[in-house]
């Protein structure tokens, strides 16, 4: 099963990715993660990637594409992948349709995380993190237990994120849906686009997910 999962950042596309891994063993596939990977790893299409982005130039869509092709070879056909953050474009659109279909794939569900924009940027704002651990919070859906103090670890040291403010938000959502416009009539026309209520409980939105995904 191959899946595109859309919704802008703090949506909550990376915990229902995440699940979907645990869950049904599918790989997330994420292009600014196999760039830095392919990077770091010194790949020859890293490599190239690298010396593009030196250049402080985007990187190219045949780069991505190359990415991509190397992944699905590379895990095997019995492997699920969840497409995060591609395509973007109309011909990011058609280079995946080739892709996918040059190892015998094919795009199965777009699921798109639908969010209230004001409800997101109060979600996101309020988010915080423990300094040590990592274990998030928010001040109005996940406070300590005890106020101050971690309740994984104990300490009393939290932090927040300098771009979760409101305007940062904003602009993401205004780059989300201008990124997003191009591609979602190409999936609609095929009836393979679902939306989803991204604002309902973390359960509730796994469980909508797994329910398109039974067919």
Avoid: W
Wanted: aromatic letters at 4%.
């Amino acid at each position: 099963m191959n899946i595109i999962l859309l919704g802008p950042p703090g949506a909550g596309k990376g915990t229902q990715a995440q699940r979907l891994v645990e869950r049904r063993g599918m790989r997330q596939l994420s292009t600014g993660d196999m760039l830095r990977a392919a990077v770091k790893a010194g790949t020859p299409v890293g490599l190239e990637a690298k010396a593009v982005m030196e250049r402080g130039e985007l990187v190219s869509d045949e780069i991505v594409s190359r990415l991509i092709d190397a992944e699905l070879t590379a895990m095997g056909a019995d492997t699920g992948a969840i497409f995060d953050g591609y395509p973007r474009t109309e011909a990011q659109a058609q280079a995946l349709d080739e892709i996918l279909a040059a190892h015998g794939r094919k795009l199965d569900y777009v699921i798109e995380l639908d969010v209230n924009e004001d409800a997101l940027v109060e979600r996101i704002t309020g988010r915080f993190t423990c300094a040590n651990c990592g274990e998030g919070y928010n001040d109005d859906y996940k406070r300590p237990a005890q106020l101050g103090v971690c309740d994984r670890c104990g300490s009393t040291e939290f932090k927040r994120r300098p771009d979760d403010n409101e305007q940062t938000v904003r602009t993401r959502m205004a780059e989300y849906r201008a990124k997003t416009a191009p591609i979602l009539p190409i999936y609609e026309a095929r009836g393979i686009v679902h939306q989803i209520n991204g604002m309902a409980e973390i359960d509730q939105v796994t469980q909508a997910i797994e329910t398109i995904l039974a067919g």
